[in-house]
């Protein structure tokens, strides 16, 4: 009855707070420890909701929650010692579960997306460490996150440089602008702001453009969407969860969009670089987005980069003289990565020539010891300056290989003479020092969809990363975590991460060498042979830590018709696809292994056989083969067993005719009610099994009243019943229903909300009177918030009394 008690609390406190507190938009005078932060979300301007920001480690709120102002943006002042650990930035609905943005792909409207108060729309982590900082919220963020959290149990900056690193590579990013830069805001129909080469700096308007192409991109692939940014949103979100944009969430492929439109995508990003920055006025920009297609993209010829001659050219470098500047921009070109290495003695600063022969800062104050790798493209020109601003060369890839410039007092070496120096040790890190010999059992190659992409020789203190070879300098380690065991490992030209998690699988990663992130190769673990029965499935072929599979709970939603079962403690799962009747794809898969059939290019599904009868679908297998899609080394055969879905569509019976609880009682009514009426049962250990009762004690006749039905058991149910009330200017009273459905294994079968409230703060038909403490319900509509895409719509009739 706890965990009941605490969700029912929760719903008092939010409905009393909305009774009780303002928006919280007043600021208190900064202290001299305090820092600045602007949060810019970005799905075109958000024109209503609101922004939180928590600590990523702890999950805890570290500053009140603020409305979105009018420019679109929301500025905290945040104690520094609250910015020890990373935070994540979440954009929240109203208190009234909406959130309005303008869409760049809608242009005659605002779109509204409705979900529950605290749900996340779209989030972005990261480290502050600056005084004042403007950290872009979007689409790309959100996916970054997404990936980070699933590196390991705890968020980290290495997580997150990780994961920005590789969503940067795959979608081609290049250097116009970072991931969590605060982007220029597009407005309702209104992109005038990203012409604004005066007011706009070139990356806010750089990453406003790319992520309105994406909406555009997004509603042309689906003509009927009335919210592309946001689906395109979700989209990245669920395809990035695994690390590989390739139009899969996992081994199941996306809906909204395919592998050939990642490559197509990927493929016109250098148009988009090269096109974007020659649009002079807004009647440019609005034919521009007006005849978007990344899949017929109009590639133009390469343009020259200049019409000067190099100093010299060494290890695909060229070297121009600073006076060739204005005769230097960038064109469409190869990827790269740039490592710039200051050995001068003092701080220098690296300047990025754009494709209007104009110079951008993306390296300001390198100090002295320091390394700034940099990804970059063949034919744009980089300037390195002094301190003081005096340009010391200009260079530009001619070839894809990895380039080094060591920045010298007197010179600036092309090619690597001397190996970087290392700039961290295991004490400048706060951590223990380890030993070579700590790491025999790490030793290996480690895989990213089957090539090598980091090597361990823990006996010669040597790794290869990406195809560079570098020395072991420290082994920082080891480092106890709950989910497993990692090393940080100190080199002469980066770091690594290597990790054995608590099942034994080895992982390797880094944001140095390029990122890289990779799985140890195993060998094949024995293999074993079980048997099924209804709800239970015999594998043969199978690796001997998941030789079978038993069913304790499943999902299921339509069109197409998608069954998730999963075992007892969720670990493992079975989905099945189905359209119009027909199989489509099976998959099955834990933490360690996957396999499927009938996914992408994997051969269609045999073996399995669905049948429908008296509101059940069985699916039954026999020999049914599923191909590898990761983790391990041979295909998987469902040898025999059958999973069974048992669908409960209809209205449940019976009302409160005849009922005689002393504190009333609600029918309720509706197509899939999970009940058909409500009443109070409460429990003698909390109120003394009374509702739990609050006034407001500075607001007369206003409160909130919560009502307790079943504890929760196993095979059993938990609801609450929640009503506000207040006779204030604004909203007047509410009220949330909740519906918790436990399986004899204490799973959760069903997890449903529902709210009365419409945009004047009323909840027509309920009246509350706190003289003879009574609440009526006269066919009062409750609509479902959770899940937050429920369509359910129930009607409650009746007296409550507390």
């Known amino acids: 009855m706890i965990k009941y008690s605490l969700l029912s609390a929760c719903i008092v406190c939010s409905l009393l707070l909305g009774a009780c507190h303002s928006d919280g938009d007043k600021e208190s005078i900064a202290a001299p420890t305090q820092k600045s932060i602007t949060i810019t979300p970005s799905l075109g301007q958000v024109i209503q909701g609101r922004v939180v920001l928590k600590d990523a480690i702890t999950g805890q709120t570290i500053v009140e929650v603020k409305n979105i102002g009018a420019d679109g943006t929301v500025t905290f ?33 605002l779109v509204n997306l409705n979900a529950a108060a605290n749900t996340p729309i779209l989030r972005a982590a990261a480290t502050i460490t600056a005084d004042q900082t403007n950290l872009g919220v979007t689409a790309l963020t959100e996916a970054a996150l997404v990936y980070a959290q699933s590196l390991s149990a705890q968020i980290t900056q290495a997580n997150l440089d990780i994961a920005a690193s590789r969503i940067s590579q795959q979608l081609r990013l290049g250097h116009s602008f970072q991931i969590t830069d605060a982007p220029a805001i597009a407005k309702l129909n209104d992109f005038s702001e990203l012409i604004n080469y005066q007011k706009i700096s070139e990356p806010k308007r750089a990453y406003a453009l790319y992520l309105a192409s994406l909406a555009k991109e997004a509603k042309r692939l689906n003509s009927e969407s009335t919210q592309p940014a946001y689906d395109i949103l979700q989209a990245l979100s669920q395809d990035f969860s695994d690390g590989t944009l390739d139009g899969k969430q ?75 500047e204005k005769n230097l921009k960038s064109a469409n070109g190869q990827s790269l990565y740039i490592d710039f290495i200051n050995q001068s003695g003092a701080t220098v600063n690296i300047d990025w020539i754009n494709y209007t022969s104009q110079a951008v800062n993306y390296k300001k104050g390198l100090a ?40 010298k007092a007197n010179e600036i070496v092309i090619g690597l003479d001397t190996p970087p120096l290392v700039t961290e040790t295991c004490a400048s890190k706060n951590l223990p020092v380890g030993k070579l010999s700590d790491l025999i059992a790490y030793n290996g190659d480690y895989k990213d969809q089957g090539v090598v992409v980091f090597n361990l020789d823990s006996a010669n203190a040597k790794v290869i990363a990406k195809g560079t070879t570098a020395n072991i300098k420290e082994v920082c380690g080891a480092n106890v975590q709950s989910n497993g065991t990692n090393y940080y490992l100190i080199t002469d030209k980066g770091y690594a991460t290597i990790f054995k998690d608590n099942l034994g699988k080895y992982s390797a990663e880094s944001a140095d060498f390029s990122g890289f992130y990779g799985e140890k190769v195993t060998t094949s673990p024995q293999l074993c042979e079980s ?36 075992n007892a403690d969720k670990k493992e799962n079975v989905k099945i696809i189905m359209n119009n009747g ?37 699916f039954t297998f026999n020999n049914a083969v599923l191909k590898i899609v990761s983790g391990a080394t041979q295909d998987l055969t469902i040898k025999n067993g059958a999973l069974i879905y048992q669908a409960n569509n209809t209205t449940p019976t019976g009302s409160c005719s005849g009922n005689t609880n002393p504190y009333g009682c609600v029918t309720i009514s509706g197509a899939n009610s999970p009940a058909s009426y409500y009443e109070h049962i409460g429990n003698p250990m909390l109120y003394n099994g009374a509702p739990q009762v609050q006034f407001n004690p500075l607001v007369p006749n206003s409160g909130a009243v919560t009502y307790f039905g079943n504890a929760p058991k196993p095979g059993e149910i938990a609801s609450g019943l929640s009503v506000g009330f207040q006779k204030m200017v604004g909203e007047t009273q509410n009220t949330a229903y909740t519906f918790i459905q436990y399986d004899q294994s204490f799973n959760i079968i069903k997890d449903w909300a529902f709210r009365c409230k419409d945009e004047n703060g009323t909840c027509t038909g309920l009246t509350v009177n706190t003289t003879n403490r009574t609440i009526t319900f006269n066919n009062v509509v409750m609509k479902q918030i959770k899940p937050m895409d429920g369509v359910i719509q129930l009607t409650f009739n009746g007296t409550m009394k507390f």
């Open 368 to 407: 002295t010891s320091q390394i700034h790798n940099q990804q970059t493209y063949t034919t744009h020109p980089w300037k390195i300056t002094d301190d003081k601003g005096v340009c010391k060369g200009i260079f530009v890839a001619t070839t894809t290989t990895k380039k080094t410039l060591t920045i």
């Open 250 to 324: 996992n081994a199941i492929a996306l809906t909204t969009y395919n592998n050939a439109w990642i490559q197509a995508w990927s493929d016109w990003v250098n148009v988009f670089y090269s096109s974007i920055f020659k649009l002079q006025n807004i009647a440019d920009l609005s034919a521009w987005l007006g005849v978007f297609n990344a899949q017929v993209p109009n590639i133009p010829a390469p343009t020259p980069v200049t019409t000067a001659t190099p100093i010299r050219i060494v290890d695909g470098v060229a070297e121009y003289a600073c006076a060739d």
């Open 77 to 109: 002042k945040v104690d520094s010692n609250k910015l020890k650990n990373p935070i994540i930035a979440e954009v929240l609905p109203t208190i009234d579960g909406k959130l309005s943005y303008a869409d760049e792909a809608i242009t005659d409207k």
């Open 582 to 618: 027909n199989l489509v794809s099976v998959a099955v898969e834990n933490k360690s292994y996957a396999w499927a059939c009938g996914v992408g290019a994997l051969p269609v599904c045999s073996g399995v056989t669905a049948k429908t009868a008296n509101n059940n679908t069985t």
């Open 531 to 566: 048997n099924g029965v209804d709800d239970k499935l015999g594998f043969k072929n199978a690796p001997s830590d998941f030789c079978g599979f038993t069913k304790s709970t499943v999902t299921a939603i339509t069109s197409p018709d998608v069954y998730t079962f999963f």
